[in-house]
């Protein structure tokens, strides 16, 4: 009986864990600081890192099984405090994507839902030369903030402090042009 209780948990923890394949890898992150921090050129640095593959070893573990499995559960990993979860986020805010896939590959469900409501009135902000921030009312009294920020070629815009979308200034010039003629 205690062999069959001890399986039982062991199987529990194990497809719980599993869980936490993907995440922000804080612990990983904080070694890889670490060792950038110490020493200032490559050879250096790949020495450094050869000497800390153990502690690399158990730091990923650390994160697949343990804080990237909280991050999952509670949408916040416990070593960055950063949110929301990378499980719950768009593929943009992390990777840049070929925009020219089928946009049956494309669309974010989430960020319709986060703009369902008619729209009352816009205010826009230029903040500086790189930044502008647009106040977007709603009929149901609640507000949303949209923030585009150019960052040499490419603009990334955020909302409510939320990555949403990264685009290059030539596609949103060429946008520009299709919408005036």
């Keep these: ?44 640095r790949a020495g450094l890192f050869m000497l800390m593959s153990p502690v690399y070893g158990i730091a990923s573990m650390a994160d697949l099984f343990i804080f990237n499995s909280i991050e999952f559960w509670t949408g916040t990993n416990p070593i960055t405090g950063r949110s929301p979860a990378v499980v719950d986020m768009p593929v943009e805010a992390i990777f840049k994507v070929n925009q020219h896939l089928d946009s049956s590959l494309t669309e974010n469900p989430n960020l319709d839902q986060k703009l369902q409501g008619k729209v009352e009135r816009i ?53 520009v042009e299709t919408r005036q003629s």
């Design 1 to 44: 009986m205690k062999k069959l209780v001890l399986s039982a948990v062991a199987v529990a923890l194990t497809t719980s864990s599993l869980t936490g394949c993907m995440g922000q890898m804080g612990v990983s992150a904080a070694v890889t600081k670490a060792n950038l921090s110490v020493v200032d050129n490559r050879y250096g």
């Design 123 to 175: 205010q826009m902000e230029y903040l500086d030369q790189d930044s502008t921030r647009m106040n977007l009312f709603f009929e149901d009294g609640s507000e949303r903030q949209l923030l585009g920020q150019r960052m040499g070629d490419r603009v990334e815009f955020s909302l409510d402090g939320e990555a949403i979308a990264t685009v290059s200034v030539a596609e949103l010039e060429a946008y």
